[in-house]
């Protein structure tokens, strides 16, 4: 199973990219005839060529061996992991881990307030409102959105999210997390 995943990931992979096999085998630093041996399913490549393939396509070697992704997906509500906190539900937008971006869609129900978690030093923080006005506070300071509004702050400090008017809100957090020492740039 997983050689014929692999087989049809390269290749699909390869063509969208309109790339040769030659082209993509020296960007690998493997011989073409092993790229040529992996398409065609018959190859059991070591973790080293599947690392090299992974990163001459830019894809996680779980993209290569994984089922083919079809063209489109539709995820329902459900699907997309949420969670609760002091009656905030913070869904997330995307199905997929981006790297070092967290996006957040957050309901606020009327007369509610949410404490942030600061996240490690650099991390930068965006928060959009969409409905209703949010209250923010970072660092002792207080900003209060209304729809349109956006504010960008530090994300290592102490903040809160608060919907002190009687309808419901809605905001979108966006957290750029800075580097670990050691995580690849």
């Given at each position: 199973m997983a050689s014929r995943n692999l087989s049809r990931n390269l290749r699909q992979l390869r063509e969208s990219r309109q790339l040769s096999?030659?082209?993509?085998?020296?960007?690998?630093?493997?011989?073409r005839a092993t790229w040529a041996h992996l398409e065609?399913?018959?190859?059991?490549?070591?973790?080293?060529?599947?690392?090299?393939?992974?990163?001459?396509?830019?894809?996680?070697?779980?993209?290569?061996?994984?089922?083919?992704?079809?063209a489109c997906r539709r995820y329902?509500?459900?699907?997309?992991?949420?969670?609760?906190?002091?009656?905030?539900?913070?869904?997330r937008l995307l199905p997929d881990v981006l790297g070092g971006?967290?996006?957040d869609r957050m309901a606020l129900p009327p007369e509610t307030r949410m404490g942030g978690v600061p996240h490690r030093p650099g991390t930068r923080e965006?928060?959009?409102?969409?409905?209703g006005s949010?209250?923010?506070?970072?660092?002792?300071?207080?900003?209060?959105?209304?729809?349109?509004?956006?504010v960008v702050f530090r994300g290592d400090?102490?903040?809160?999210?608060?919907?002190?008017?009687?309808?419901?809100?809605?905001?979108?957090?966006v957290v750029l997390l800075s580097p670990q020492t050691g995580d690849p740039v």
């Open positions: 096999q030659e082209a993509l085998a020296r960007a690998a630093g493997i011989p065609s399913g018959q190859g059991n490549p070591t973790l080293l060529v599947l690392m090299r393939a992974a990163s001459a396509l830019q894809v996680s070697v779980d993209e290569l061996i994984g089922p083919p992704r079809a329902g509500a459900a699907e997309l992991p949420a969670r609760t906190r002091s009656g905030v539900t913070m869904r971006i967290e996006l965006y928060l959009a409102c969409e409905a949010v209250t923010l506070t970072v660092a002792g300071e207080t900003w209060r959105l209304e729809p349109g509004d956006v400090q102490r903040h809160s999210y608060a919907n002190t008017g009687s309808r419901a809100a809605v905001a979108y957090s």
